[in-house]
C-alpha cells in the first residue's frame, strides 16, 4: 500500500521546488544547459522516487500522485519535468512487475539515498519503422553481452546513471530484450545531438553503444519475435495502437505493455498541461498591468480579453479532468480507461499548445519577446510532441475501436 504520508510530505515540498526550477529555467533553456540543480531539488524534496514502491521501502506513489507532481513541476521547467517524468515512470515499472535483478535495484535505490539517480529506458532509433527489429546489437561474450547501436532522444542522456537499453541479440533467431546499462560504462558516448526548437534542457541526445559491456544478469524479458508497437519512451515489447484498440472492444486485463503505455500517456500529457498553466499564469499577469495608452485601466477590464481568458481557462479544466479523472481509474487497472490514454494524450497536449498560442496571440509582441518567458513555453509545448504517437496512429487505432463495438450485435 502507499505510505501516504510520505506522498503528502513530497508534495508539500511541491510549491518550494517549482520557484526553484523557474528562477532557473530561462538560463538552461538559453543557454541549452543540463538543469543539475533543478533534479537536486526535485531529488531532495523525495519526488523522484515518488513512485519506488513501499516494498522496496519508498512511498509507492500512484499514477495520479505522478500526474499532480509533474504537471506543477511542468509549471516551473518542462525539461525538468519531462526527466523526472522517465525516472518516475523507470520505478514505477518496477513496482508492477520487478524485472530488475533484487541486487542491481538494490543497488540503484542505495544511489538514491546519497543523491539523484536519474534512469531512461532507450528504445528510439534513427530512422527506425512500425514492426522493426532493433538496430542496437547484442552479442554474446562469454556470459556478458556486448552492446552495440545508437538510441536517440533519450532524455537526460548525459545525467543517466541508468540506461534501460533495448535491443536484439545476434543469434539466429534474434531475440529482444532490455539490457541494464550504467551511465559511466566504456564504450558509451553521449552524441550532442538534441538542438530542439523547445525543451532545450532536457538534454535529450542520442547515446552511441560501441560494444558496451552488460553482465547476463542485467539482460532482461529476452523474447523472440518482432517488434510490434511504436518506438517510444517505454521498455518491453509494446502493442501498437491497433492492437490496444482491438483490446479495447473487448476489455479484458490490461497488459504491462499497455499500463505502462497508459502511465506514459498521462504523464507527459500532465507536463505539457503545467507548461499551458505557466503561460496562462503569465497571461493574467500581463492583463492585469498592461495598461495601453489608450486606456486608463488594464486591458483585464475589456470583455474580449475576459472571453478570451475564459476560453483559455475552459480548454484547460477540460484537459486537467481528462489526465486527472483517467489517472486513478489507470492505478485500479480498468480497461476502458487504460485503453483511453492515447486519445486523452493527444487532446491535451493539443489544449496545452492551442492555450499558449492563444497566449502568445493575445499578447502580442511582448508574447513573443526573450525577455519574457511565454516565448519560451511556446516552444516548450510544441516540441513535447516528440513524446505523443503521431496523430493518425492515434486516430486510427480509436476509430478502428469504435468501429468494432458497432459491429457488435
Known sequence: MPDRTAIRTALAGLPRVVDLLAARAEEHDRDATFPYQGIEAVHEAGLLTLTVSARYGG???????????????????????VVTAF???????????ADWPAAGYRRLLAESRRGPVLVNTLRAEPGAGVGELPATVARRDGDDWLLTGRKTYCA???????????????????????????GESEGLEIDPTWDQLG????????VVLNEVRVPGDLALGLTTGRRTGRQGAVSGAEPSRASEASRASEPSEPSEAELSRAWHDLA???VAIGVARAAEAWLI??????????LTEPLGILPRYRTALGEIEAQLIGAEELVEGLAPRVDRGEPEAVARTGPAHLLATRAATAVVQQAVALTGSPGLSRRHP???????????RVHLAPDETVLEAAG??????GARP
Do not use: C, K
Request: aromatic share 4%.
Open 285 to 294: 499577469r500581463f492583463l492585469n498591468q498592461r495598461t495601453p495608452a489608450n
Open 374 to 384: 511565454l516565448e519560451r513555453y511556446l516552444r516548450d509545448v510544441l516540441s513535447s
Open 156 to 182: 537526460g542522456a548525459e545525467a543517466l546513471a541508468w540506461m534501460a537499453v533495448t535491443a536484439r541479440t545476434d543469434e539466429e533467431e534474434p531475440r529482444i530484450g532490455t539490457f541494464l546499462v550504467r
Open 87 to 97: 525516472t518516475l515512470l523507470r520505478h514505477a515499472e518496477q513496482a508492477r512487475r
Open 59 to 81: 512511498p509507492g506513489g500512484t499514477l495520479a500522485d505522478t500526474v499532480r507532481v509533474l504537471s506543477q513541476l511542468g509549471r516551473g521547467d518542462a525539461s525538468v519535468a
Open 199 to 206: 525543451l532545450r534542457a532536457s538534454a535529450s541526445h542520442d
Open 268 to 270: 507527459l500529457s500532465a
Open 400 to 405: 478502428r475501436a469504435a468501429l468494432e463495438r
